[in-house]
């Protein structure tokens, strides 16, 4: 396999900055989206539970109906892609079933080896403290999707801009979410920069390391 280097690494993560205006006019290739799309799948989740479902929009008329309940957030129209994180809005035994069994079968491994496994899911999630906030729990996975998939689009050169200025029950109503046992919880426009947005003249500001890394050795 082959690895991207340090510099390579920090290059990336400076070029990337939270795009305010896209070129409406180029699109992400199919290739580089169908790989977007798996680092969404490929996300890690606490238990690997995936508490979660993707909404890809490219639809124009839903875009520019998302517009109006995104503070009108030009971006939403002009992106290529736009991409809503939802959670699932309760946690229930069925669900963990399904998973064990997906577990089961990709592993190879008989479902009766991973019943500790899934007890102690039940335990925490369903029957112990978490289960009281457990739609909470679920939203706090969602970020480390958004945060996989923005490194993972500036490594390939895409643009993006993570998006909470939203109204989510209204998200839920246009894209048909509502009594599908999901909510939206946060959304991320995908595309290309345009030329005119002043954003991309702007130096990164960011706390000095002395700031924010505090060892302990």
């Known amino acids: 396999m082959n690895y991207l280097n340090d510099d390579q690494l920090i290059s990336a993560l400076n070029w990337r900055y939270a795009v305010k205006k896209f070129d409406s ?3 992400i290739k199919d290739g580089t989206w169908q790989t977007l799309e798996q680092s969404l799948i490929l996300t890690p989740s606490s238990y690997g539970l995936q508490p979660w479902n993707f909404y890809v929009v490219t639809n124009p008329d839903l875009k520019t109906k998302l517009t ?6 030009k971006q939403v129209e002009e992106c290529s892609h736009l991409v809503v994180f939802t959670v699932k809005t309760t946690m229930d035994e069925a669900y963990i079933t399904k998973f064990v069994q997906t577990l089961s079968e990709q592993r190879n491994t008989p479902a009766a080896n991973l019943d500790g496994y899934k007890k102690m899911m039940v335990g925490d999630l369903l029957n112990g403290p978490r289960s009281k906030f457990i739609s909470e729990w679920a939203s706090r996975q ?3 999707a958004l945060g996989n998939f923005m490194t993972c689009a500036a490594l390939l050169g895409v643009d993006t801009c993570p998006m909470e200025g939203i109204q989510p029950e209204a998200y839920d109503e246009i894209l048909g979410i509502k009594n ?5 919880v946060v959304a991320c ?8 947005d002043a954003y991309q003249q702007n130096k990164k500001v ?4 002395q700031d924010l890394i505090i060892k302990k050795s």
């Open 68 to 73: 109006s309940v995104s503070w009108n957030q």
């Open 189 to 196: 426009v995908a595309g290309y920069r345009s030329t005119e």
């Open 25 to 27: 006019n180029k699109k």
């Open 180 to 184: 599908t046992g999901y909510k939206t």
């Open 206 to 209: 960011r706390f000095s390391k």
């Open 142 to 144: 969602t970020y480390i």
